[in-house]
């Protein structure tokens, strides 16, 4: 027969052991943030790629022609300019490729953005390796400054043999609205 | 003789004090049992009103009654209210209720924390309604509460929602804390682990899917807050974080959850099945292995809800075969239910009718899970009816049908009297034929193409839409009856009285005390028999 006590001992170690089950969960939902970014960076998914030092392109794969589009889209309605010089190129695995993205800020006073990249198709994004991208920093323009931002790239000799359009695209974020809410229209019908 | 003492005791004071002691400070289980079923009852007659408006507004085409804003705020509150406020306060109350009488302990392991447990859901019922008069809007980018509809977005009344989330959160761990500890260790002497009611067994694993599963959400409503209002990233690509990461979040949560909502239900019927088929449950054994499974497989489906977001091919795979994996536990349950009537002396008071109908009606809603299981299905599913058609069809004839079952089945047993069988069979027949007229024709509405969580739609939607909409208030209404009869039998007038077993095939330690049981029961733990 257990006794009184022996049973409010045995559940108070069951609610500390519980408790701290209910801790460590609440800590794997915050472990989960940067475990996510490395996945997704490691395996090459959802379109991200490490930023890490890139080897030189070594062999050049001339019977191979991949077409590369680029792509632009400015974030909540920023007041700028932002496109590809070129809408695509033709480059063979290996081959290193020097193009240009122009930014132009219209607004009346200094900005600083932010480019984020994605790639597409995922299975692609593992392979395209970049030298320079204005997307490494954050670029701040003048009121009325434009100018032309350079993409050094070249793709992996390795690129699956199935893939032959790959679309670079960019978004731009003005850095000064994170973590702002944005006050929207309340979609009324009047 | 205690019984008369406690009696005594309890009514010797009278007026709005004894009733606040009687009712805010009571760390009774019986109480705080039926605290928990009367704040569900009150938040599903809400939610259920709020379902009236959204098919108010569907019964024609074009906007014609609500503000296609308030539309969004409505489907947004309904989801919201019928999950955390609703269903599973519901299966918290028939816990605190059945738990500590089916095992044979005089009470919750921790009463004190099952009260806090209990007043924290008010509060937080309270905070969520009251977005709805706030400037601005309610919340009004679905239950899901997707980034960055929910941070960049989000009207200010968000803010008020997550800290309704964190405080039901709180709750539901308190409370599955406090089921698990008891169950664990308040067992009479001679109930083991394996000879526990069905109830007990499958309650006690949603609760350990409650804690593994709620402080993620917690974190999760943390993070959006933080976004919010502390200049924090983790979801705006701007700053570095993720959208899609919230869904990744979300979705560990929520999976899990769709099965904290199905599985006490699961545990009802294994009770009243064997009742009234006058046999003992078919494989019990394979029906603890199969609900465990079930709970051990849903920490790895969650990306299902998230096929068409670009994840790459292989994790499409394999969130595909782990989803219909769990088909093969569900189906021992659905087998073992079937074979527990094979050959028994059935009968079909209203509880049992409401068993088989979940029996039948959730396996509608499984295979239709099944159907939004295969990736290129669900392509073309994906937000469209037929997904609101399936959830309905395991929420409402699943979750909700279980629960109504229980009601039926336990409330002689906690008010002495019987309730209005007559009046039972037609809220049974109303609600099953209401239900399926409501919820079927979603299902050719979305393989027709209808989006979900859209005030209005095309002109050759109207027909199906204007039958889900006749079904949903005929749902509506029946469940009036059911309220009705419920009070009617809580006061006991021109009903008969009900005996110790209530149900003449009915087995188990709850039946052998009285009905009413004592306020106080089994303080000397029940001797049982093999």
Request: proline letters at 6%.
């Given at each position: 027969m257990v006794t009184q006590t022996s049973i409010k001992k045995r559940n108070r170690r069951l609610l500390i052991g519980l408790s701290l089950g209910v801790v460590a969960?609440?800590?794997?939902?915050?472990?989960?943030?940067?475990?996510?970014?490395?996945?997704?960076?490691?395996l090459g998914l959802n379109g991200k790629y490490t930023n890490g030092v890139v080897a030189k392109a070594d062999t050049v794969d001339n019977n191979r022609v991949v077409t590369v589009e680029f792509l632009a889209t400015k974030n909540n309605g920023l007041p700028w300019d932002f496109y590809p010089t070129v809408n695509k190129v033709e480059v063979h695995p290996g081959e290193n490729k020097l193009m240009d993205y122009y930014a132009k800020n219209n607004s009346n006073r200094t900005m600083t953005v932010q480019a984020v990249p994605s790639i597409s198709p995922s299975q692609a994004t593992s392979y395209v390796k970049k030298t320079e991208c204005f997307c490494f920093t954050q670029q701040t323009f003048k009121a009325g400054e434009g100018r032309e931002m350079p993409v050094l790239f070249h793709l992996d000799a390795n690129l699956p043999k199935n893939i032959n359009t790959i679309t670079l695209s960019y978004t731009m974020f003005d850095t000064a609205n994170v973590g702002k809410t944005v006050s929207k229209p309340t979609g009324r019908i009047q | 003789m205690s019984d008369a003492l406690h009696h005594a005791e309890h009514h010797h004071q009278s007026g709005i004090s004894a009733f606040i002691k009687r009712w805010f400070f009571s760390t009774n289980h019986k109480d705080i049992g039926s605290m928990y079923l009367w704040f569900s009852l009150i938040m599903w007659l809400t939610g259920g009103f709020m379902a009236m408006l959204i098919r108010a507004e569907l019964f024609q085409p074009g906007a014609r009654i609500l503000e296609p804003e308030f539309f969004n705020q409505m489907v947004t509150m309904h989801g919201l209210i019928m999950i955390f406020g609703a269903i599973m306060p519901a299966f918290s109350g028939l816990a605190n209720w059945m738990i500590p009488m089916m095992i044979g302990a005089p009470?919750?392991?921790m009463p004190r924390m099952n009260n806090f447990a209990f007043w924290l859901l008010?509060?937080?019922?309270?905070?969520?309604?009251?977005?709805?008069?706030?400037?601005?809007?309610a919340p009004n980018f679905g239950w899901t509460m997707y980034a960055p509809l929910s941070t960049t977005?989000?009207?200010?009344?968000?803010?008020?929602?997550?800290?309704?989330?964190?405080?039901?959160?709180?709750?539901?761990?308190?409370?599955?804390?406090?089921?698990?500890?008891?169950?664990?260790?308040?067992?009479?002497?001679?109930?083991?682990?394996?000879?526990m009611p069905m109830f007990c067994w499958s309650w006690l694993i949603t609760a350990f899917l409650?804690?593994?599963?709620?402080p993620v959400l917690a974190g999760t409503v943390t993070m959006m807050l933080m976004d919010r209002h502390f200049g924090t990233s983790f979801f705006n690509a701007a700053g570095g974080g993720d959208p899609l990461l919230y869904q990744h979040l979300f979705w560990f949560f929520g999976h899990p959850e769709v099965y904290i909502v199905i599985l006490p239900a699961f545990g009802v019927i294994s009770q009243i099945i064997p009742t009234f088929s006058r046999k003992k449950l078919f494989g019990y054994s394979f029906m603890v292995y199969a609900?465990?499974?079930?709970?051990?497989?849903?920490f790895l489906v969650w990306a299902h809800h998230m096929f068409v977001t670009g994840v790459p091919l292989a994790a499409e795979l394999f969130f595909m075969y782990t989803t219909m994996l769990i088909a093969v536990p569900t189906g021992v349950k659905i087998f073992n239910w079937v074979s527990t009537m094979f050959r028994g002396a059935l009968t079909f008071e209203t509880p049992m009718l409401f068993a088989i109908a979940f029996v039948i009606l959730f396996t509608i809603g499984g295979f239709t899970g099944i159907m939004l299981a295969m990736v290129p299905a669900d392509f073309q599913y994906q937000d469209t009816y037929f997904v609101v058609g399936h959830f309905h069809y395991v929420l409402v004839p699943g979750s909700i049908f279980s629960m109504i079952a229980a009601i039926y089945y336990w409330l002689p047993?906690?008010?002495?009297?019987?309730?209005?069988?007559?009046?039972?069979?037609?809220?049974?027949?109303?609600?099953?034929?209401?239900?399926?007229?409501?919820?079927?024709?979603?299902?050719?509405?979305?393989?027709?193409?209808?989006?979900?969580?859209i005030p209005d739609y095309a002109l050759q939607f109207a027909d199906f839409n204007m039958v889900a909409s006749i079904g949903a208030f005929m749902f509506g209404l029946a469940q009036l009856l059911f309220v009705y009869n419920i009070i009617q039998t809580i006061r006991g007038k021109r009903r008969k009285h009900a005996t110790a077993q209530v149900w003449e095939g009915a087995e188990g330690?709850?039946?052998?005390?009285?009905?009413?049981?004592p306020h106080h029961s089994f303080t000397t733990p029940p001797v049982i028999k093999d």
């Amino acid at each position: 027969m257990v006794t009184q006590t022996s049973i409010k001992k045995r559940n108070r170690r069951l609610l500390i052991g519980l408790s701290l089950g209910v801790v460590a969960m609440f800590g794997f939902g915050f472990a989960m943030v940067p475990l996510y970014t490395l996945m997704c960076k490691t395996l090459g998914l959802n379109g991200k790629y490490t930023n890490g030092v890139v080897a030189k392109a070594d062999t050049v794969d001339n019977n191979r022609v991949v077409t590369v589009e680029f792509l632009a889209t400015k974030n909540n309605g920023l007041p700028w300019d932002f496109y590809p010089t070129v809408n695509k190129v033709e480059v063979h695995p290996g081959e290193n490729k020097l193009m240009d993205y122009y930014a132009k800020n219209n607004s009346n006073r200094t900005m600083t953005v932010q480019a984020v990249p994605s790639i597409s198709p995922s299975q692609a994004t593992s392979y395209v390796k970049k030298t320079e991208c204005f997307c490494f920093t954050q670029q701040t323009f003048k009121a009325g400054e434009g100018r032309e931002m350079p993409v050094l790239f070249h793709l992996d000799a390795n690129l699956p043999k199935n893939i032959n359009t790959i679309t670079l695209s960019y978004t731009m974020f003005d850095t000064a609205n994170v973590g702002k809410t944005v006050s929207k229209p309340t979609g009324r019908i009047q | 003789m205690s019984d008369a003492l406690h009696h005594a005791e309890h009514h010797h004071q009278s007026g709005i004090s004894a009733f606040i002691k009687r009712w805010f400070f009571s760390t009774n289980h019986k109480d705080i049992g039926s605290m928990y079923l009367w704040f569900s009852l009150i938040m599903w007659l809400t939610g259920g009103f709020m379902a009236m408006l959204i098919r108010a507004e569907l019964f024609q085409p074009g906007a014609r009654i609500l503000e296609p804003e308030f539309f969004n705020q409505m489907v947004t509150m309904h989801g919201l209210i019928m999950i955390f406020g609703a269903i599973m306060p519901a299966f918290s109350g028939l816990a605190n209720w059945m738990i500590p009488m089916m095992i044979g302990a005089p009470d919750m392991a921790m009463p004190r924390m099952n009260n806090f447990a209990f007043w924290l859901l008010p509060v937080a019922g309270i905070i969520l309604i009251s977005t709805l008069f706030m400037e601005g809007s309610a919340p009004n980018f679905g239950w899901t509460m997707y980034a960055p509809l929910s941070t960049t977005y989000g009207p200010p009344s968000t803010d008020y929602l997550i800290i309704a989330i964190h405080l039901m959160g709180l709750s539901s761990i308190m409370g599955s804390i406090n089921i698990i500890v008891t169950v664990l260790n308040l067992r009479a002497p001679g109930m083991k682990m394996m000879k526990m009611p069905m109830f007990c067994w499958s309650w006690l694993i949603t609760a350990f899917l409650l804690i593994a599963v709620m402080p993620v959400l917690a974190g999760t409503v943390t993070m959006m807050l933080m976004d919010r209002h502390f200049g924090t990233s983790f979801f705006n690509a701007a700053g570095g974080g993720d959208p899609l990461l919230y869904q990744h979040l979300f979705w560990f949560f929520g999976h899990p959850e769709v099965y904290i909502v199905i599985l006490p239900a699961f545990g009802v019927i294994s009770q009243i099945i064997p009742t009234f088929s006058r046999k003992k449950l078919f494989g019990y054994s394979f029906m603890v292995y199969a609900t465990a499974g079930i709970a051990f497989l849903s920490f790895l489906v969650w990306a299902h809800h998230m096929f068409v977001t670009g994840v790459p091919l292989a994790a499409e795979l394999f969130f595909m075969y782990t989803t219909m994996l769990i088909a093969v536990p569900t189906g021992v349950k659905i087998f073992n239910w079937v074979s527990t009537m094979f050959r028994g002396a059935l009968t079909f008071e209203t509880p049992m009718l409401f068993a088989i109908a979940f029996v039948i009606l959730f396996t509608i809603g499984g295979f239709t899970g099944i159907m939004l299981a295969m990736v290129p299905a669900d392509f073309q599913y994906q937000d469209t009816y037929f997904v609101v058609g399936h959830f309905h069809y395991v929420l409402v004839p699943g979750s909700i049908f279980s629960m109504i079952a229980a009601i039926y089945y336990w409330l002689p047993k906690w008010t002495g009297y019987m309730y209005n069988e007559t009046l039972g069979k037609w809220h049974f027949w109303l609600s099953a034929i209401s239900v399926n007229l409501n919820f079927f024709p979603m299902h050719f509405l979305g393989l027709a193409g209808m989006p979900r969580r859209i005030p209005d739609y095309a002109l050759q939607f109207a027909d199906f839409n204007m039958v889900a909409s006749i079904g949903a208030f005929m749902f509506g209404l029946a469940q009036l009856l059911f309220v009705y009869n419920i009070i009617q039998t809580i006061r006991g007038k021109r009903r008969k009285h009900a005996t110790a077993q209530v149900w003449e095939g009915a087995e188990g330690l709850e039946w052998t005390l009285s009905s009413p049981p004592p306020h106080h029961s089994f303080t000397t733990p029940p001797v049982i028999k093999d």
